[in-house]
Each structure stands twice: as C-alpha cells, then as structure tokens.
C-alpha cells in the first residue's frame, strides 16, 4: 500500500546519497578497519538523525508516542542485520573493485521481494517483477562479465569471496529493509515519515552502542582511529544519515520491494562515483548493464502507477 507520493523522491535521494556515503567510506576504508569503517556510519550520523527527528516533530507540532516491545525487537532486528551487512559489504570492495562490490549486493532486491512477501504479505505487479528481472541481469552481466561462460567459471564466481560477502550482504540489507518496515508499523502512528524517522533514530542508537562496546572490548584501537579520522568519517556519518533518512521515509510510505527496485538507480549514481571519485574506467558492458538497471527503475515506476 502507497500511503504518500514522497517514497519516490526520497528513494531516489536515498540512492545518491548511498553511493555518495560508499564511495567516501571506501576512501575511509584505507585509513580504518571494515569494522572501524562500518562504525562511523552510526557513530556520526545518530546526531544527524536526531536533529532531522526534533526538526520534523517542531515543523509538526508532534510528540513521541510510546514504543512498545516488539517495536524495539524489530528495530533491534534491522540494527543488528544492518552492521554486518555494512561489514560484509565493505569488506567485498576489498576483493574486486569498489562497482562489483556493489553489484554483489544488489541481489537484494530479489531477497526482499521475498522476505516482504513472506513478513509482511506484500505481493508484486507483473510490472515490478519484470523490473526486478531487469535489474537483476543488469547485475549479473556487471559481476559475471569477461568470465568464461561455462558452468566451472561461474560456479567459481559465485562461491568467490566477494560474491559470499555481497550475497551475505544482499540478504541482511533485505532483512534490514523489511523490520524496518515493521518497527514503523509497531508505532501505530497516523504519520508514516514521522514513524520512519523515529525508527531511524532508535535503530542507529542501537548500532552505535552495540558496536561501541564490541570494539571497546574486542579492538579498542580501531574504536580509536574512528574518533581519530573524524574529517572523514564525519562526511561518512552524515550521508549515511541522511540516506537512510530517505529509505525508512520510502519504506514507510510504500512496499519495501517496490523501493528497492527504484533504489537501483544507486547503481548508477555508483558507477559515476567510482568514475569521478575513485578514478576507474566505466566500461561498454557496465554502460549496457546501466540501461538494464535504469529500465527496471522505469517499469517499477510504471507498475507504481
């Protein structure tokens, strides 16, 4: 169900600002740990999250309703699956390159169509289903191309270390997208994107005391040089804020599958990054893949419609 127009810009904002927020953690990455890397996404961006939250709630004249129980479960659930996808989905970039790390977990949006069917009951248009099989082989022809195509070669690639950690990373973005969408039903708000930025701001709590305190006691250095790197993990904390913002607001107001499909558009934002940002060469086949991408962006629209 589609409660507000507003999940298409701010999943479409949410895109550009994920790939912005990857491309400057993966610059992070060579001054930090993956952990240390993951960290400064909650670490810096819970201030973010809670000004956006005190902004929305004095532009509304709302207050904080009562959290229930399952509501911090479902958030906790998002939280915890949201820090090992980040670690997981960093530490592929360090096998291939920054464009295919990202394309591994991009995979999601199959995983979610199904977690939210199973979770949440949300059944797929015909138009979004073929928009998720555009996407989908937009992503296999960026991860599998220039492979042999013979069944040893591709086996290989999918048991690679950076398909396990981005499929790993697939599958707990996709559970983190979906209890998201049931911790902003558990409030039982008549405001959407009020209940989303309470969500955000619950979640990233939870992910800044949770990692906090494992890296106090398991790598206490890293937890350091992520207060030392501040420049930078500052930019990272803010656009992932920000971005994650965008996506509870999107999965708020409409089926968090549908978000997803449209959220490929940060493949492209992904690819311009790694062009502009980190200097790699985009090539013709990753070009053709785009238009995959971009036209299961256009019939997800459609099938919105």
Known sequence: MIHSIIWLPATLLAGLLQAWRTAVQQRLRTMISVSGAGLVRYLYGL????????????????????????FFIDAAVAAIAQILATILLIAAFGHRNFVVGTAFAKTEVVQVAL???????????????LAIGCGITGVLILTLWGQALQSQSILKVFISPAARCGLGAGTLFAITSVFVKRA??????????????????V????????HCAWLAVRDPETLKRAIN??????????????????????????????????????????????????????SVHESFALILIVAGVVLALIGSL
């Open 47 to 70: 201030p973010i999250g809670i000004v956006l939250l005190m902004a929305y709630m004095s532009w509304r004249h709302v207050s904080l309703p009562a959290g229930s129980f399952i």
């Open 115 to 129: 977690f939210a069917w199973l979770v949440l009951g949300e059944h797929l248009s015909l138009w979004v289903m």
């Open 184 to 201: 902003t039903h558990d409030l039982n708000v008549n405001d959407p994107t009020f209940a989303a930025l309470i969500s955000l701001v």
């Open 203 to 210: 979640v990233m709590f939870i992910q800044t005391v949770v």
């Open 229 to 282: 790197t501040w420049r930078v993990s500052l930019q990272v904390g803010v656009l992932a804020s920000l971005g994650s913002a965008c996506w509870f607001i999107g999965f708020a107001n409409a089926p968090v599958a549908l978000v997803r499909v449209v959220g490929q558009i940060e493949v492209v934002f992904t690819l311009l990054f790694a062009h502009w940002y980190l200097r790699e060469k985009t």
